[in-house]
C-alpha cells in the first residue's frame, strides 16, 4: 500500500551539529510539507514543496532547509541544531492536482536538542 | 492574522454519548476544511472534510457541521467509543493558499469515559 513514512523516529542530537530527518512518499505526491507541533503553538508550517526542485519557506523556516530531488523524498536539515528545535517533527504530502485537498501525514519524528 | 481557533481545549465523554468537537476559523473566504484525528504518539489522520458550498457532511459515526454565517465549524462523533480518544483539530484552506496550505487549530483532547 501507498503510505508516507520519517525516519529516524526518535533522534537525540547536541547543539550545533547538523540533523538531516528523512520523508519518503510512495504516493507520487507532488506536494510535500514539513510541520513541527509543539504544545501550545499547534501544528506550524517550515517548509513546503509543490514539485521536483521546488522549495518555499513556512511560517518558522529559520535554521531548516529542504530540497527536492525527487518525487518520493522531502529531507528536512536543520543546519546547526538548537534547543529551539527539540519538537515533533511531521512530514505531510497532498496530491498537487489542485486546491483543496486534504493532506496526509507520516508518523513523525520525535527530536531533543541537547 | 489569519486563524482557526477551537472553543474547548479538553472534552470528556461517555462511552456512548454524542460528543461535539467546535472550530471557529477567522477567515470567511476559506472553502475547504479539514478535521484530523491525533493519537498519542502518532500522525494527525485525516477524518472527514467539508467545501464551502456545503452545510454538512456525514461520515462513518462523524459529521461536519459548517456553518458560514458565523464562521463555525463542529465535527460530531456518535456513539462514542474508547478509541475516539485523541485529539482532535480542525484546518482550514484559505484562499490564495497555493498547493494546499493548511491553517491548523491548536486541538480539542477527547477523553472517552467508559
Known amino acids: 500500500d501507498a503510505e508516507i513514512t520519517q525516519s529516524p523516529r526518535h533522534k537525540i542530537t547536541e547543539t550545533g551539529r547538523q540533523v538531516t530527518l528523512a520523508c519518503h512518499q510512495t504516493?507520487?505526491?507532488?506536494?510535500m510539507f514539513w510541520y513541527r507541533q509543539d504544545l501550545g503553538h499547534g501544528l506550524r508550517l517550515i517548509h513546503y514543496?509543490?514539485?521536483?526542485?521546488?522549495?518555499n519557506k513556512g511560517e518558522v523556516s529559520d535554521g531548516y532547509s529542504v530540497s527536492r530531488s525527487n518525487t518520493e523524498d522531502l529531507p528536512l536539515t536543520l543546519e546547526s541544531a538548537a534547543s529551539s528545535q527539540t519538537s515533533v517533527y511531521f512530514c505531510?504530502?497532498?496530491?498537487?492536482?489542485?486546491?483543496?485537498?486534504?493532506?496526509?501525514f507520516g508518523p513523525g519524528t520525535r527530536l531533543l536538542v541537547l | 492574522g489569519e486563524s482557526v481557533g477551537l472553543h474547548l481545549p479538553t472534552l470528556s465523554v461517555q462511552e456512548g454519548d454524542n460528543s461535539i468537537i467546535n472550530c471557529a476559523y477567522s477567515?470567511?473566504?476559506?472553502?475547504?476544511f479539514i478535521w484530523y484525528k491525533q493519537e498519542s504518539g502518532k500522525g494527525p489522520q485525516f477524518i472527514i472534510d467539508i467545501r464551502s458550498n456545503m452545510d454538512k457532511r456525514q461520515g462513518q459515526r462523524v459529521t461536519v457541521l459548517l456553518n458560514k454565517t458565523v464562521k463555525h465549524l463542529s465535527l460530531q462523533i456518535a456513539a462514542t467509543q474508547p478509541g475516539d480518544s485523541a485529539v482532535y483539530f480542525c484546518a482550514e484552506n484559505p484562499p490564495g493558499a497555493a498547493g494546499n496550505k493548511l491553517t491548523f487549530g491548536g486541538g480539542t483532547r477527547v477523553l472517552v469515559k467508559p
Open positions: 514543496s509543490y514539485g521536483v526542485h521546488d522549495t
Open positions: 505531510a504530502s497532498s496530491p498537487g492536482s489542485g486546491v483543496g485537498e486534504t493532506q496526509y
Open positions: 477567515n470567511s473566504a476559506s472553502d475547504y
Open positions: 504516493w507520487n505526491h507532488n506536494n
